[in-house]
């Protein structure tokens, strides 16, 4: 079992950053990447970034390229989404995910099988 617990949600003006925190705990020495997803009110749940447990390798979605960040901690057994120059489409909440499937970088919600219970974000215009 992983256990996920994203924080650092809130409201921000556009233009505005913003920092998520992930807390991986648990069986993480099975899992193979750490992804941060979100879902629009009434939407499934999207892809944003993802980012291999050795921190090598990254991927990201078109639409945040360029404003988002992933990054990992090993030692506190985090996983940060940093976002800058937010926009109101980005109002979604947001959660982290985990895979010990042994896929690298899936960017399907199908592709994770442990997430956390998701952290707000509002942007106003």
């Known amino acids: 079992q992983v256990q996920l617990q994203e924080s650092g949600g809130g409201l921000v003006q556009a233009g505005e950053s913003l920092r998520l925190p992930c807390t991986v705990s648990?069986?993480?020495?099975?899992?193979?990447?750490l992804g941060w997803f979100r879902q629009f009110l009434g939407k499934e749940r999207i892809f944003v970034a993802s980012i291999t447990w050795s921190g090598a390798y990254i991927d990201y979605s078109d639409s945040v390229k360029g404003r988002f960040n992933i990054s990992r901690d090993s030692a506190k057994n985090a996983v940060y989404l940093q976002m800058n120059r937010l926009k109101p489409e980005d109002t979604a909440v947001y959660f982290c995910?985990?895979?010990?499937?042994?896929?690298?970088?899936?960017?399907?919600?199908?592709?994770?099988?442990?997430w956390g219970q998701g952290t707000q974000v509002t942007v106003s215009s």
């Open positions: 995910g985990a895979t010990t499937y042994g896929r690298w970088l899936p960017r399907s919600r199908t592709g994770y099988n442990y």
């Open positions: 648990g069986r993480t020495s099975g899992s193979s990447t």
